[in-house]
């Protein structure tokens, strides 16, 4: 989730859905804390998501409810205010939620073989999200919010989009069995 989810919670999404590829049985969804339902991706994220190999059509806003947060099993956010809104909304949620830059590095200290033995998909991501959760604290997180390009330069976009992409290249890697370096 971020503010208007045109942007960097769009983005992650498309990247998920893109890594985790048609069929999976993780449902992955993205909103915008002030979203206004409806929204296309912005048009600069929309290019740099087709160049790092996702998907924009039909992607459309909403706004965040405390019935996603809820309902999730797991809530990224682009920054810590985000995740301190999404907590706000269902105080549980505060175990399983984190920006999309700290999951990343927390994942990065999971050993791979700590979840080898979870086959199913949905069990392998809640594995993966009780041991990141209990390194937290535990690794330190350089640059946990990724910075709102929206209305920015085209190098703005790019590094937003980098930095999502490689804050879940290793959870990916992790969710969808590859091999992690």
Avoid: W
């Amino acid at each position: 989730m971020c503010t208007g989810n045109i942007c960097r919670s769009a983005l992650a999404e498309r990247l998920t859905l893109s890594a985790l590829g048609p069929g999976s049985p993780l449902l992955v969804t993205s909103a915008g804390t002030r979203a206004e339902p409806g929204r296309p991706m912005a048009e600069r994220a929309r290019r740099v998501l087709v160049r790092l190999g996702g998907d924009p059509a039909g992607f459309a806003s909403r706004p965040l409810t405390p019935a996603l947060v809820v309902g999730a099993d797991l809530v990224l956010t682009a920054s810590s205010e985000h995740r301190a809104e999404a907590v706000a909304l269902h105080p549980p949620a505060a175990l399983r939620t984190f920006t999309i830059a700290e999951f990343g590095t927390l994942a990065r200290a999971v050993p791979a073989q700590s979840l080898d033995r979870h086959e199913d998909p949905v069990r392998r991501a809640h594995a993966l999200v009780a041991e990141t959760r209990a390194l937290r604290g535990l690794v330190r997180v350089e640059q946990p919010d990724i910075a709102d390009p929206y209305g920015g330069s085209r190098r703005a976009y790019r590094v937003a989009a980098l930095h999502i992409a490689n804050s879940l290249a290793v959870p990916l890697k992790l969710l969808t069995h590859s091999a992690v370096s």
